[in-house]
């Protein structure tokens, strides 16, 4: 039995698809980096999909209402890995001479 588009954009069927979607672009910028050499690389493009994702499964589990303690650890693990992005492009471009 399908789901109607009412039940899909009410319920978490939405985020589930945006967390889809964002999983496979990651892939899809990571294959392309490791085949040609260009464009992002690998360990660039999960730094900045990752806090997203994290956010959306916080987002996702408010609206399953699932608590607020995995509500919680998912806002967690988002800001620290913000922070750690953060702080990663910050001691890259720490050298002016870093910056192409």
Not at 62 to 84: P, V
Not at 85 to 95: C, F, K, N
């Amino acid at each position: 039995m399908g789901m109607t588009g009412g039940e899909f954009f009410s319920g978490t069927g939405l985020v589930e698809f945006v967390i889809a979607i964002t999983l496979v672009e990651g892939v899809l910028l990571s294959l392309w980096n490791l085949r040609t050499g260009r464009g992002i690389p690998v360990r660039d493009v999960w730094a900045m999909l990752v806090p997203g994702i994290w956010l959306m499964l916080a987002l996702r589990s408010a609206m399953a209402a699932e608590g607020w303690l995995i509500t919680a650890l998912y806002l967690l693990a988002a800001g620290f890995s913000h922070a750690s992005d953060v702080l990663r492009r910050q001691r890259h471009y720490a050298d002016k001479s870093n910056f192409d």
